[in-house]
């Protein structure tokens, strides 16, 4: 192996590990917003964690640099910002009514959009290892999903709308990466969305005790790290490396809902998520081993 294809498959490596803690991470925000219930307006929860998470950048602030943004990457974060705002208010309100594992498992329809859009929006080469990796993984989310077998609420649409948009917003986060630092990407979405939020959550403002900011604060602290640790498997590996992972978060959910809401597990679950964690290993596996 040359020196040049060692430095690939390290950097292969390292985008891999980025995307499990960012999945941790995730897993950890999730948990604190389920613990929030609807006991707060969707789009407040929202903009008070997105306030919080502004206040987590002012230590990193003097390392930002915006100075260096160009006017083209600028109106791309906008544009990123706009559109994460709307999933915002969708996952938190889809987040309070359904299970953690249903949530979990729609959001697997995210690296469906953005495998699929790496391929068309950033030209990302797709061999027929992945493919079928790939295809191994969502079949592991089928299992789990069984389309029909299942009611369908509002709280199920407005996770699927989410899933939708977050796809677009991490295809345009990856994008980002190419020009700039993961550290600005990061705190212009924590400044873009609260200013969208903001006129809705004014409205609907209901006052929040101590311990629904303290929670928020967590989500914020989590979700603010995850965001970071999603930028670095970015710049370290390419998309559609990275985005399989997301299919191990599953398991996490799975757990944490076990653990701390008491929401069961069926034999489908476990079968699907054994299934999803074979077929992220081979993924893994294979491109450090081809790199």
Not at 28 to 49: D, E, H
Not at 80 to 93: D, E, K, M, P, Q
Not at 230 to 243: D, E, L, R
Request: a positive charge; aromatic letters at 12%; one cysteine or more.
């Amino acid at each position: 192996m040359t020196l040049i294809n060692k430095m690939k498959s390290s950097q292969t490596l390292i985008g891999i590990m980025w995307m499990v803690m960012t999945g941790l991470l995730f897993c950890a925000m999730t948990a604190s917003v389920k613990s929030l219930g609807t006991s707060l307006p969707a789009s407040q929860s929202g903009f008070i964690r997105y306030i919080f998470g502004l206040v987590l950048f002012i230590p990193f602030f003097r390392k930002l640099n915006l100075g260096g943004v160009c006017t083209h990457l600028l109106k791309l974060l906008i544009i990123r910002g706009s559109l994460h705002s709307i999933a915002v208010v969708t996952w938190f309100y889809a987040m309070a009514r359904i299970p953690m594992t249903d949530v979990t498992a729609l959001y697997y329809l995210v690296p469906v959009f953005v495998f699929v859009g790496a391929s068309l929006y950033l030209k990302e080469k797709i061999n027929s290892s992945r493919i079928l990796y790939f295809l191994i993984a969502l079949f592991g989310t089928f299992l789990i999903l069984r389309p029909g077998l299942r009611e369908v609420g509002l709280g199920h649409l407005s996770m699927l709308l989410a899933t939708v948009i977050f796809g677009i917003s991490f295809l345009l986060a990856k994008k980002a990466t190419d020009e700039v630092k993961p550290l600005v990407i990061v705190f212009m979405l924590t400044l873009i969305v609260p200013i969208w939020l903001a006129p809705l959550a004014f409205i609907q403002w209901e006052t929040p005790t101590f311990r629904e900011l303290m929670i928020l604060l967590l989500v914020a602290l989590f979700a603010t790290c995850a965001h970071f640790t999603m930028s670095m498997a970015f710049k370290a590996a390419p998309v559609n490396i990275t985005q399989p992972i997301v299919f191990l978060d599953l398991v996490w959910a799975a757990i944490v809902g076990l653990v701390f809401f008491s929401e069961a597990i069926d034999v489908w679950v476990l079968i699907g998520g054994a299934i999803i964690v074979f077929a992220v290993s081979l993924l893994s596996w294979s491109e450090i081993k081809n790199s």
